[in-house]
């Protein structure tokens, strides 16, 4: 019998196959195949999560270039909503008792409308489209937004569970954060939510100050809040413009809007003063009377770009920019958006194979009891003996050191500071140079011996100290020791 080798994916898939052809038909054999046909996706899934009202679809329709979300406050926004690559764009209303009614190319909030069945009865909706992004990319899940009062549902849970990645939309300071937190915790515990596979998203950073000004610099300041609060739940924040991402990102924003902004420039440049007024709320923007557009176009730049966004394409029609072609582009720039997702693929690159194979383990882990039959349990603790072999993989023990990174932050156990900062750094890491906090293209040999060192001092600690700090350091030294042999000898 092989061990794992690049892949663990793989490896599991070989398990099942085996396992499977030794089983009947049951609850075994079905988790089995379902955890086969998991396994062979090539594309991450990513879950967006988060408060009420944070922006969540918004944000699905940055990721996905195209306003396929419900935003509005319809029952959609209350609903566990899959977005797949399909070749033709349909909604499937799958309800709570097995039937599905299917709507041809519909937007997602008038074909739960046209399916004519109540909130209630609907398990998921699963919008297909021909989307480049959800063909090369990832599949996305909307989930329901949670308050401090409310819980998530069984399907909610299943579908964050089901998920390789979480975006995490949290609330600005004074939106009852702290109750968000705390229901964020909550969450986690029950979906399996970590630090290596969920990234916070402080969206509608645009909302932040009194009307004029730039939020970024408190929108970053917000952030490494956020992160310093919570290192055991996210491996990083990042703020974003949610509505200038989403138009930005898709395709409705067009030539015809470029000129009631032209307009607005030239107002701006005649008299600074009355531009700033005008934006200092959408109220007034809507009403100033010295702004020479439309109502309807007011309501559409609001809606689209909201007043930071129209500050910001002043800015770049004052750099020369004329076209829609050419401003969209740099609204994308401002927005954050490229910052986000150039965490999502650095963060989880390395991380789909574990992050899947995590899973597998998890869904395995709950049949491999089940048998009945002589050959049916010799085939399940086969299955067992793969499973065991695969969780002391060093990708997988990360994962372990999640709980002595809470059980720490919950002041379950005492650790010197630097070592809770060497702990946040090891299970938070996406390489070995990170891991140690060392720069990169550190060579091998400084390396192992900074790892020597680390074993040493993680050692020195698990045999003088009491009994929870001496099992969660002895958890930090078999890590290091694993990825010391991990290392190309010298």
Same mark, same amino acid.
């Given at each position: 019998?092989?061990?794992?080798?690049?892949s663990?994916c793989a490896?599991?898939n070989?398990c099942?196959?085996?396992a499977?052809?030794?089983?009947?038909?049951?609850?075994a054999?079905?988790?089995?195949?379902?955890?086969?046909?998991?396994?062979?996706?090539?594309?991450l899934?990513?879950?967006v999560g988060?408060r009420l009202n944070?922006?969540k679809?918004?944000l699905?329709?940055?990721?996905?270039g195209?306003?396929?979300?419900?935003?509005?406050?319809?029952e959609c926004?209350?609903?566990v909503?899959?977005?797949?690559?399909?070749?033709i764009?349909?909604?499937v209303?799958?309800?709570?008792?097995?039937?599905s009614?299917?709507?041809?190319?519909q937007?997602l909030?008038a074909?739960?409308t046209?399916?004519?069945?109540?909130a209630?009865?609907?398990?998921?909706?699963?919008?297909?489209s021909?989307?480049?992004?959800?063909?090369?990319r990832y599949t996305?899940?909307?989930?329901?937004?949670?308050?401090s009062?409310?819980d998530?549902d069984a399907?909610?849970?299943?579908?964050?569970?089901?998920?390789?990645v979480?975006?995490?939309?949290?609330p600005h300071?004074?939106?009852?954060?702290?109750e968000a937190?705390a229901?964020?915790?909550?969450?986690?515990?029950?979906?399996?939510?970590?630090?290596?596979s969920?990234?916070?998203?402080l969206?509608r950073?645009d909302?932040? $100050? %009194?009307?004029?000004?730039?939020?970024?610099?408190?929108a970053r &300041?917000i952030?490494? +809040?956020?992160?310093?609060?919570? *290192? !055991?739940?996210?491996?990083?924040v990042?703020?974003v413009v949610?509505?200038?991402?989403e138009?930005?990102? $898709? %395709?409705?924003f067009?030539?015809?809007?470029?000129g009631?902004? &032209?307009?607005l420039h +030239?107002?701006?440049?005649?008299? *600074? !003063?009355a531009?700033?007024a005008a934006?200092?709320t959408?109220e007034?923007?809507?009403?100033?009377p010295?702004i020479?557009i439309?109502a309807?176009?007011r309501d559409?730049?609001?809606s689209?770009l909201? +007043?930071?966004g129209?500050?910001?394409?002043?800015?770049?029609?004052d750099?020369?920019?004329?076209?829609?072609a050419t401003?969209?582009?740099?609204?994308?720039?401002?927005s954050?958006i490229?910052?986000?997702l150039?965490?999502?693929k650095?963060?989880?690159?390395?991380?789909?194979d574990p992050l899947?194979?995590?899973w597998?383990?998890?869904?395995?882990?709950?049949v491999?009891w089940?048998g009945t039959?002589?050959?049916?349990?010799?085939?399940?603790?086969?299955?067992r003996d793969?499973l065991?072999?695969?969780?002391v993989?060093?990708?997988?023990?990360?994962?372990g050191?999640?709980?002595?990174l809470t059980?720490?932050?919950?002041?379950h156990w005492?650790?010197p500071e630097?070592?809770?900062a060497?702990l946040?750094?090891l299970?938070t890491g996406?390489?070995?140079?990170?891991?140690l906090?060392?720069?990169?293209?550190?060579?091998p040999?400084?390396?192992?011996a900074?790892l020597?060192?680390?074993?040493t001092a993680?050692h020195?600690?698990?045999?003088t100290?009491a009994?929870?700090?001496?099992?969660?350091a002895r958890?930090?030294?078999?890590?290091?020791?694993s990825?010391f042999?991990?290392?190309?000898?010298?």
């Open positions: 019998m092989s061990s794992p080798g690049e663990l490896f599991l070989g099942c196959e085996r499977d052809a030794s089983l009947p038909s049951g609850r054999k079905d988790t089995i195949a379902a955890v086969r046909e998991r396994l062979s996706e090539e594309l899934r990513v879950a988060g944070a922006g679809s918004t699905v329709n940055s990721l996905l195209t306003k396929l979300a419900a935003t509005d406050a319809t926004t209350r609903l909503s899959w977005f797949k690559y399909g070749l764009d349909q909604v209303v799958r309800l709570r008792d097995g039937r009614v299917t709507l041809w190319g937007p909030a074909a739960v046209r399916a004519g069945c109540p209630g009865d609907i398990a998921v909706i699963e919008v297909q021909s989307n480049d992004t959800l063909k090369a996305v899940v909307d989930t329901p937004g949670l308050d009062t409310s998530l399907m909610s849970l299943a579908a964050l569970r089901q998920a390789d979480l975006l995490y939309v949290l300071p004074g939106q009852n954060d702290i937190l229901k964020l915790r909550e969450t986690a515990g029950e979906a399996g939510i970590t630090a290596l969920t990234i916070g998203v969206s950073i909302e932040l $100050g %009194d009307g004029d000004g730039d939020p970024w610099p408190r &300041r952030a490494g +809040r956020y992160e310093n609060q919570l *290192p !055991a739940l996210v491996g990083a990042i703020p949610g509505l200038l991402a138009t930005a990102c $898709g %395709d409705q067009s030539e015809a809007d470029m009631p902004l &032209r307009e +030239r107002l701006s440049a005649a008299d *600074p !003063a531009i700033e934006l200092y959408s007034d923007f809507r009403t100033h010295m020479k439309s309807e176009d559409r730049l609001l689209m909201g +007043r930071y129209i500050r910001a394409a002043l800015a770049e029609l750099r020369g920019i004329q076209a829609a401003l969209m582009p740099a609204l994308r720039a401002r954050g490229d910052v986000l150039d965490q999502l650095r963060q989880f690159l390395g991380l789909a899947r194979a995590r597998a383990l998890q869904a395995l882990d709950a491999t089940l039959s002589p050959a049916e349990v010799a085939a399940l603790t086969r299955l793969e065991d072999m695969v969780r993989h060093p990708k997988l023990r990360q994962f050191l999640m709980d002595s059980d720490l932050e919950a002041g005492q650790a630097d070592a809770a060497e946040a750094a299970v996406t390489d070995l140079p990170a891991q906090r060392t720069g990169q293209g550190t060579p040999a400084e390396l192992r900074l020597v060192k680390r074993i993680w020195v600690l698990e045999n100290s009994r929870a700090t001496a099992r969660h958890a930090v030294r078999e890590y290091l020791e990825l042999a991990s290392l190309p000898r010298a």
